[in-house]
Nanobody
């Protein structure tokens, strides 16, 4: 009943930029926090960035501070991740997530399918 559709992943050279987008759709009553996680092979999934509903609070992994910016467009149920000055260490599968409530159901966290970001040196 909910779908998170990600786009913007791909291959980029070190120092380049990518912009990830994730649009939530379905019978949605409300969306609270939204965020991005990533997982590299053999590593645990980690938080990259998160943003609350009113855009009054954001948080970032220390490794991406100053390089990545998270934003959202509530009218479009979409969260973005602008990634600048990319490093090979940023290579991972990036997952969108959203803390949302479907109509008639309880509040729950949902995940996108993941999109590959590869940064070459």
């Amino acid at each position: 009943q909910v779908q998170l559709v990600e786009s913007g992943g791909g291959l980029v050279q070190a120092g380049g930029s990518l912009r990830l987008s994730c649009a939530a759709s379905g019978n949605i009553f409300s969306i609270n926090d939204m965020g991005w996680y990533r997982q590299a092979p053999g590593k645990q999934r980690e938080l990259v960035a998160a943003i609350n509903r009113d855009e009054g609070s954001t948080n970032y992994a220390d490794s991406v501070k100053g390089r990545f910016t998270i934003s959202r467009d509530n009218a479009k149920n979409t969260v973005y991740l602008q990634m600048n000055s990319l490093k090979p260490e940023d290579t991972a599968v990036y997952y969108c997530n959203a803390d949302l409530q479907l109509r008639g159901l309880y509040r729950q966290v949902y995940w996108g399918q993941g999109t590959q970001v590869t940064v070459s040196s």
